[in-house]
């Protein structure tokens, strides 16, 4: 049987359901026909003014970010679809934290929805550093289907994963 690394941890029907689908060529299709709104954040200066606008919207008051990029690099190195970093830096003997948020390339691709979670999801971390009950609350806080983008994001990289083209 085909492991679905992307699906893990969901209910086996689900990932039953997610197989026939794949076996059959559709799954790609069936995310794709659900999520057709493209991604218009191309390149990393728009990413930056994408993220900060959330963050301006949702978490006003947390620490200011230093970095936004695409990052073509994460999926294969670290096995994440984004990540947050403090950097801290010593400049003129005084230490300076900054926050950097790096988002794999495959979103530059991905519907415009999926980005979003993963911002969202990046933009927790800010102020939740674990994946706790209050970080999934900040999470709907800032979109409310973030649990079904979750799930529809995970069968879309299972899409790309196995399916040709």
């Not at 008051?61 to 294969?76: A, C, E, W």
Request: with cysteine; hydrophobic share 35%; aromatic share 8%.
């Amino acid at each position: 049987m085909l492991p679905l690394k992307y699906l893990n941890g969901y209910p086996e029907h689900l990932q039953q359901r997610a197989r026939e689908l794949l076996d059959a060529g559709k799954l790609g299709e069936a995310v794709r026909k659900r999520y057709a709104e493209p991604n218009t954040v191309r390149n990393d200066r728009q990413l930056y003014d994408y993220v900060q606008a959330i963050k301006e919207r949702h978490l006003r008051q947390s620490v200011p970010l230093g970095k936004v990029l695409y990052d073509g690099k994460l999926q294969v190195v670290k096995h994440a679809l984004g990540t947050h970093t403090a950097v801290s830096r010593n400049h003129g003997g005084k230490l300076k934290a900054s926050r950097e948020i790096r988002i794999a390339s495959v979103f530059r691709e991905a519907p415009a929805p999926f980005l979003r979670m993963i911002v969202v999801h990046e933009l927790a971390h800010i102020k939740e550093a674990d994946h706790n009950k209050a970080f999934y609350q900040l999470c709907l806080h800032m979109e409310p289907d973030y649990h079904q983008l979750e799930f529809d994001l995970r069968l879309y990289l299972t899409a790309l994963e196995h399916e040709p083209g």
